[in-house]
C-alpha cells in the first residue's frame, strides 16, 4: 500500500528467484509525470525532472548520478522495470526527490511525503469509562466486533504507530489495545469483556469506544434541535461506521431485537446531503441538507409515535458518501429505506423508487450491487402510493416516479426517495413546522399502512 | 568591333528580361494579403433535407415533459443525425423563455454511437457544473435527453452520459450519471412524466 499527499493505492507484488519485486513506474505513475525507455539492457527513467538508469540483472543503479546499490538485481520484462520491495522506500525517496520517504517493510507500507496520520489512545475514568482515540485527522476504519474484542482495521488512511504498541488498561470491560500492521493495513484491537458502542466526534478525528447499553430498550431520540455526536451499535461480522452514523431511539412497542449484536431497525432514515456537500441551494441561506435533517427528525418523531423503530444515517452535519448511506442502511437490515430531499421547484411532495424494473431474486444471500433494489421494487412502489394517499389526505400535492437516483439501487430493502417542496409560492413556508409535521405524519401513516407487506418482505 | 549578331542577342535578352520583371510586378499585384484575423474554425450547418423529429421537452412547471415534433435538417450519417438532434433539444432550453433553462454555454459536445445499442452522450461542464439541483429538476434534463435520443434514432437501447468526456456522479447532486439508462425504463418513466398525476 502507497500512501502519498495525493492519494492512496495498492500495487501486485510479483516473486522472482525467491525475491518480492514490484514495478517501478506502477509506483511512480499516481505521484507524478514518469516515462521510461528500454535501450538493449538499459532501462532508463524520467521522474518529473530527475534522471535514472537501471541495467537488466544488476544490483546498481544510477539516480541523478549518484549510485544507488539494489538488494536484488533489477529485471526487465517486456519492457517493464522491475525493482526490489527491499529497499523500496530509499529508492523511491532518491528516483522522487520526496523526503521523508518511509517503508515499513514487514507491512509492506510506503509512506511518500508528509503524509502519516498519527493516534493517542486514552482510557477516560468516566461513568463508565471511555477509550477515545485522537488522531491528527479524519478517518474511517472499518469496525469488527469478535468475542472478546473489537478490531479497528484502517485500509485508506497513513495510519502510524502510536508510541507503545501495546497498552494495557486498568479497566474491567476495556482491557487493552494492540496495534499491528500486515499486508498494507493497520489494525487496533481493543480486547473488551463488553459490547461496545463506537462513535466519531471532531470531523472524524476522534472516535470514541465505550460500554453498550445492556438492555434492550434503546436510548431516548436526540433532541430535535441540536446535532449529535453520533454512536453505532458493532455487529458480529464487519460494519462500516462512518462518521455521523446515529442509532436513535425506539418505542417500546416495536422495540428493536439485538441479533448477535446488530441491532435492526424497521426504518432507516437517510436525510440528504451534509457536511460539504451541501445540496441544492434553496435560497441564499437555506442550503437543502439543513432541510433534509429537520425533516429527518420530524419524520423519526411520527414513525416512533406510531410504533416504528427507526434509525437516522446522517444526524449532524457530516458527509457520508453514496456508498456508505448504502453500506448502512443495509447493515441494520431495514423493512423500509427512505431517503430525504428538498427542493425549491414545484409544489408538495414527490415520491421516488428506483428507476430499475422488477426482478426477482435469484442470487440468494448475494446481491450485486448495482441491482440489489431490483428485487424490492414492487414493494417500494406499494409503499411509495401507500405514502402518497395519505399526503394526499393531508391536502398535500403529491406525485409517485421512479427515478435515477443513488443509493435507491444498492439497497436491500423496499426504497422510497421524498423530495419536499414548498406547498405554495412561498418558500419559507418548506421549513415552517407545521408544513414539515404534517408531510412527515403523511409519510409515517402511509409507512404504516404497509408495515404487514414491509415486514413479509424482511 | 562588336559582332552584330551578339548586339542582336543582348537586345533581345534584355527585352525578355524587362518583360518578365513587368509580368512578375503585375501578378504580385493580384496576390492577396495574409488576413488580419484568423478565420474561426465554424462546424458546418447540417446538410440534407428537414425532416420531422420528436424531441421531449420538459416543462419545469408542472414538472412535465412533452413530446414536440420539430423540423429540422438531419444529415445522412446516423451519429450526426443524433448529434443534430440533441443540439435542436438543447436550442429549445437555451431560448430565453425556455420551459426547462439550461445555463448559458451548455453544449452537447459529441455523440458516440459506440457498440451496437449503445448511446454516449457527452455534455459540456457548463451545463452540469451550473445546472439546477434537484431532484425532479435533473432528471428532466437526462430523461429528455435520452427519450429525445432513443426516440429519433433507432436501435439505442443503452444511453451513457459523460460530462467533458469524463464520467461523473452526479448531474448536479441527484440524477445518477454512474449508471448506463435503459431506454426501455426511460421510456417509461417519460410516460410517467406526461402529467401531474
Given at each position: 500500500?502507497?500512501?502519498?499527499?495525493?492519494?492512496?493505492?495498492?500495487?501486485?507484488?510479483?516473486?522472482?528467484?525467491?525475491?518480492?519485486?514490484?514495478?517501478?513506474?506502477?509506483?511512480?505513475?499516481?505521484?507524478?509525470?514518469v516515462a521510461a525507455t528500454r535501450d538493449g539492457t538499459k532501462w532508463r527513467l524520467r521522474f518529473e525532472r530527475r534522471n535514472a538508469e537501471f541495467i537488466g540483472g544488476q544490483t546498481q543503479a544510477q539516480v541523478e548520478g549518484k549510485t544507488l546499490a539494489l538488494a536484488s538485481p533489477f529485471l526487465l520484462e517486456s519492457g517493464?522495470?522491475?525493482?526490489?520491495?527491499?529497499?523500496?522506500?530509499?529508492?523511491?525517496?532518491?528516483?522522487?526527490?520526496?523526503?521523508?520517504?518511509?517503508?515499513?517493510?514487514?507491512?509492506?507500507?510506503?509512506?511518500?511525503?508528509?503524509?502519516?496520520?498519527?493516534?493517542?489512545?486514552?482510557?477516560?475514568?468516566?461513568?463508565?469509562?471511555?477509550?477515545?482515540?485522537?488522531?491528527?485527522?479524519?478517518?474511517?476504519?472499518?469496525?469488527?466486533?469478535?468475542?472478546?474484542?473489537?478490531?479497528?482495521?484502517?485500509?485508506?488512511?497513513?495510519?502510524?504507530?502510536?508510541?507503545?504498541?501495546?497498552?494495557?488498561?486498568?479497566?474491567?470491560?476495556?482491557?487493552?489495545?494492540?496495534?499491528?500492521?500486515?499486508?498494507?493495513?493497520?489494525?487496533?484491537?481493543?480486547?473488551?469483556?463488553?459490547?461496545?458502542?463506537?462513535?466519531?466526534?471532531?470531523?472524524?478525528?476522534?472516535?470514541?469506544?465505550?460500554?453498550?447499553?445492556?438492555?434492550?430498550?434503546?436510548?431516548?431520540?436526540?433532541?430535535?434541535?441540536?446535532?449529535?455526536?453520533?454512536?453505532?451499535?458493532?455487529?458480529?461480522?464487519?460494519?462500516?461506521?462512518?462518521?455521523?452514523?446515529?442509532?436513535?431511539?425506539?418505542?417500546?412497542?416495536?422495540?428493536?431485537?439485538?441479533?448477535?449484536?446488530?441491532?435492526?431497525?424497521?426504518?432507516?432514515?437517510?436525510?440528504?446531503?451534509?457536511?460539504?456537500?451541501?445540496?441544492?441551494?434553496?435560497?441564499?441561506?437555506?442550503?437543502?441538507?439543513?432541510?433534509?435533517?429537520?425533516?429527518?427528525?420530524?419524520?423519526?418523531?411520527?414513525?416512533?409515535?406510531?410504533?416504528?423503530?427507526?434509525?437516522?444515517?446522517?444526524?449532524?452535519?457530516?458527509?457520508?458518501?453514496?456508498?456508505?448511506?448504502?453500506?448502512?442502511?443495509?447493515?441494520?437490515?431495514?423493512?423500509?429505506?427512505?431517503?430525504?430531499?428538498?427542493?425549491?421547484?414545484?409544489?408538495?411532495?414527490?415520491?421516488?423508487?428506483?428507476?430499475?424494473?422488477?426482478?426477482?431474486?435469484?442470487?440468494?444471500?448475494?446481491?450485486?450491487?448495482?441491482?440489489?433494489?431490483?428485487?424490492?421494487?414492487?414493494?417500494?412502489?406499494?409503499?411509495?402510493?401507500?405514502?402518497?394517499?395519505?399526503?394526499?389526505?393531508?391536502?398535500?400535492?403529491?406525485?409517485?416516479?421512479?427515478?435515477?437516483?443513488?443509493?435507491?439501487?444498492?439497497?436491500?430493502?423496499?426504497?422510497?426517495?421524498?423530495?419536499?417542496?414548498?406547498?405554495?409560492?412561498?418558500?419559507?413556508?418548506?421549513?415552517?413546522?407545521?408544513?414539515?409535521?404534517?408531510?412527515?405524519?403523511?409519510?409515517?401513516?402511509?409507512?404504516?399502512?404497509?408495515?404487514?407487506?414491509?415486514?413479509?418482505?424482511? | 568591333?562588336?559582332?552584330?549578331?551578339?548586339?542582336?542577342?543582348?537586345?533581345?535578352?534584355?527585352?525578355?528580361?524587362?518583360?518578365?520583371?513587368?509580368?512578375?510586378?503585375?501578378?504580385?499585384?493580384?496576390?492577396?494579403?495574409?488576413?488580419?484575423?484568423?478565420?474561426?474554425?465554424?462546424?458546418?450547418?447540417?446538410?440534407?433535407?428537414?425532416?420531422?423529429?420528436?424531441?421531449?421537452?420538459?416543462?419545469?412547471?408542472?414538472?412535465?415533459?412533452?413530446?414536440?415534433?420539430?423540423?429540422?435538417?438531419?444529415?445522412?450519417?446516423?451519429?450526426?443525425?443524433?448529434?443534430?438532434?440533441?443540439?435542436?433539444?438543447?436550442?429549445?432550453?437555451?431560448?430565453?423563455?425556455?420551459?426547462?433553462?439550461?445555463?448559458?454555454?451548455?453544449?452537447?459536445?459529441?455523440?458516440?454511437?459506440?457498440?451496437?445499442?449503445?448511446?454516449?452522450?457527452?455534455?459540456?461542464?457548463?451545463?452540469?457544473?451550473?445546472?439546477?439541483?434537484?431532484?425532479?429538476?435533473?432528471?428532466?434534463?437526462?430523461?429528455?435527453?435520452?427519450?429525445?435520443?432513443?426516440?429519433?434514432?433507432p436501435g439505442i437501447n443503452r444511453v451513457k452520459i459523460l460530462v467533458d468526456g469524463k464520467e461523473r456522479e452526479t448531474l448536479a447532486g441527484h440524477a445518477d450519471l454512474t449508471n448506463l439508462f435503459d431506454t426501455a425504463n426511460v421510456q417509461q418513466l417519460a410516460e410517467q412524466l406526461k402529467a401531474v398525476h
Amino acid at each position: 500500500m502507497i500512501f502519498s499527499p495525493l492519494t492512496g493505492f495498492s500495487l501486485p507484488v510479483v516473486e522472482r528467484d525467491g525475491h518480492d519485486y514490484v514495478g517501478l513506474v506502477d509506483v511512480l505513475e499516481p505521484l507524478g509525470t514518469v516515462a521510461a525507455t528500454r535501450d538493449g539492457t538499459k532501462w532508463r527513467l524520467r521522474f518529473e525532472r530527475r534522471n535514472a538508469e537501471f541495467i537488466g540483472g544488476q544490483t546498481q543503479a544510477q539516480v541523478e548520478g549518484k549510485t544507488l546499490a539494489l538488494a536484488s538485481p533489477f529485471l526487465l520484462e517486456s519492457g517493464r522495470g522491475l525493482v526490489p520491495v527491499s529497499g523500496l522506500g530509499a529508492l523511491v525517496q532518491e528516483v522522487t526527490g520526496t523526503k521523508p520517504v518511509v517503508f515499513h517493510e514487514d507491512s509492506r507500507r510506503l509512506f511518500v511525503g508528509k503524509v502519516a496520520v498519527r493516534f493517542t489512545e486514552e482510557l477516560r475514568k468516566d461513568s463508565p469509562p471511555v477509550l477515545v482515540l485522537t488522531f491528527t485527522s479524519p478517518v474511517s476504519p472499518s469496525i469488527a466486533s469478535e468475542p472478546g474484542r473489537v478490531r479497528l482495521t484502517f485500509t485508506r488512511e497513513p495510519i502510524m504507530p502510536p508510541p507503545a504498541t501495546y497498552n494495557k488498561f486498568d479497566d474491567a470491560v476495556i482491557a487493552s489495545a494492540q496495534y499491528e500492521e500486515a499486508n498494507g493495513v493497520a489494525v487496533l484491537t481493543v480486547a473488551t469483556s463488553a459490547p461496545l458502542l463506537a462513535s466519531f466526534s471532531n470531523e472524524g478525528r476522534t472516535l470514541t469506544l465505550s460500554r453498550a447499553p445492556q438492555t434492550r430498550a434503546a436510548k431516548p431520540a436526540a433532541p430535535a434541535t441540536a446535532p449529535t455526536a453520533g454512536g453505532a451499535p458493532l455487529a458480529s461480522g464487519t460494519v462500516e461506521v462512518p462518521p455521523g452514523a446515529v442509532s436513535n431511539g425506539t418505542a417500546p412497542a416495536a422495540a428493536p431485537a439485538f441479533d448477535n449484536g446488530l441491532r435492526h431497525f424497521f426504518a432507516v432514515i437517510d436525510a440528504g446531503h451534509g457536511g460539504e456537500e451541501r445540496g441544492a441551494g434553496l435560497s441564499n441561506e437555506l442550503p437543502e441538507k439543513d432541510v433534509c435533517l429537520s425533516f429527518a427528525r420530524h419524520l423519526l418523531k411520527e414513525l416512533q409515535s406510531r410504533g416504528i423503530s427507526a434509525l437516522i444515517l446522517r444526524d449532524a452535519d457530516v458527509t457520508l458518501t453514496l456508498e456508505q448511506r448504502a453500506s448502512l442502511a443495509n447493515s441494520a437490515h431495514p423493512a423500509i429505506y427512505i431517503a430525504l430531499h428538498a427542493a425549491s421547484q414545484g409544489r408538495g411532495v414527490r415520491l421516488y423508487t428506483s428507476l430499475m424494473p422488477y426482478s426477482a431474486n435469484a442470487n440468494g444471500p448475494f446481491q450485486p450491487w448495482e441491482v440489489a433494489q431490483a428485487s424490492y421494487v414492487r414493494t417500494a412502489v406499494v409503499a411509495a402510493a401507500s405514502v402518497a394517499a395519505e399526503l394526499r389526505k393531508h391536502q398535500i400535492p403529491t406525485r409517485v416516479l421512479s427515478a435515477p437516483l443513488r443509493p435507491l439501487n444498492n439497497v436491500i430493502a423496499p426504497a422510497l426517495a421524498i423530495e419536499v417542496s414548498s406547498p405554495d409560492e412561498d418558500l419559507p413556508d418548506l421549513v415552517a413546522p407545521n408544513y414539515q409535521q404534517s408531510v412527515a405524519s403523511g409519510v409515517a401513516d402511509g409507512v404504516v399502512n404497509v408495515r404487514a407487506q414491509l415486514e413479509a418482505g424482511r | 568591333m562588336i559582332p552584330r549578331h551578339l548586339k542582336i542577342g543582348v537586345t533581345v535578352l534584355l527585352a525578355t528580361i524587362l518583360g518578365l520583371s513587368g509580368y512578375m510586378l503585375r501578378l504580385k499585384r493580384h496576390v492577396p494579403g495574409a488576413p488580419a484575423v484568423e478565420l474561426a474554425h465554424v462546424a458546418p450547418p447540417p446538410t440534407g433535407p428537414k425532416e420531422q423529429v420528436t424531441l421531449y421537452v420538459a416543462y419545469d412547471d408542472p414538472g412535465i415533459l412533452v413530446a414536440r415534433g420539430a423540423s429540422i435538417p438531419l444529415p445522412q450519417g446516423r451519429q450526426e443525425r443524433a448529434q443534430e438532434v440533441l443540439q435542436a433539444l438543447l436550442a429549445r432550453y437555451l431560448e430565453e423563455d425556455s420551459s426547462h433553462p439550461l445555463p448559458a454555454g451548455s453544449e452537447i459536445r459529441n455523440v458516440y454511437l459506440v457498440d451496437p445499442g449503445m448511446a454516449v452522450i457527452d455534455a459540456n461542464a457548463t451545463l452540469a457544473d451550473r445546472h439546477r439541483s434537484g431532484v425532479l429538476v435533473e432528471e428532466l434534463t437526462v430523461i429528455s435527453l435520452v427519450q429525445t435520443l432513443s426516440a429519433n434514432v433507432p436501435g439505442i437501447n443503452r444511453v451513457k452520459i459523460l460530462v467533458d468526456g469524463k464520467e461523473r456522479e452526479t448531474l448536479a447532486g441527484h440524477a445518477d450519471l454512474t449508471n448506463l439508462f435503459d431506454t426501455a425504463n426511460v421510456q417509461q418513466l417519460a410516460e410517467q412524466l406526461k402529467a401531474v398525476h
